[in-house]
């Protein structure tokens, strides 16, 4: 019966077709995946001298998730400032910011989402093109901008992604 075995191994593996094996793409097949994001964030405007913090909230737009997960700030275009003397409550409904390019993104986040657990879905928002499921980040640092004398850093509050 051993023979047998070995008999057909050797046959089925001498008449066995080649497979054509491609090398697997690394570069485009993530980036397929990646899809764009909008942060709600709160942000520390600090001078060395002299100055009390600023504090301000504003929204970030980043077309690709991946290009906000290496502290690189977003194109200037892409951020417009909810408050520009404290930090906003973001659980109030309708939360408005006027992008550059004249896209407004409005917030409708429910009023408890900041008790949720983490990552937890706290709302939606719209840009008047498409709407966006919002949930709870953990206020890890998104990017920080600094000269000589200062220093402006953003904090994820809440992160938003396409419905």
Not at 33 to 45: G, K, P, Q, S
Not at 49 to 64: E, G, L, N, R, V
Not at 82 to 103: A, H, I, L
Not at 130 to 137: I, M, P, Q, T
Request: charged share 15%.
């Amino acid at each position: 019966m051993k023979t047998f075995g070995a008999l057909t191994f050797l046959l089925a593996l001498a008449t066995a077709t080649p497979v054509e094996v491609h090398p697997r793409d690394e570069g485009g097949s993530l980036a397929k995946r990646d899809t764009e994001i909008i942060y709600l964030a709160n942000c520390v405007n600090a001078v060395s001298c002299c100055t009390a913090d600023k504090h301000y909230s504003q929204i970030a737009y980043y077309p690709a998730s991946a290009q906000s997960q290496n502290g690189a700030g977003p194109a200037s275009s892409n951020v417009c400032s909810v408050t520009t003397d404290n930090y906003v409550w973001w659980e109030q409904d309708g939360k408005k910011c006027s992008f550059t390019t004249g896209v407004t993104f409005t917030t409708h986040l429910d009023s408890d989402a900041a008790s949720r657990p983490l990552y937890s879905w706290a709302g939606w928002g719209s840009n008047g093109y498409k709407n966006w499921n919002c949930y709870k980040d953990n206020g890890r640092q998104l990017y920080r901008t600094s000269g000589p004398e200062w220093s402006n850093t953003c904090y994820s509050v809440y992160y938003c992604i396409p419905q």
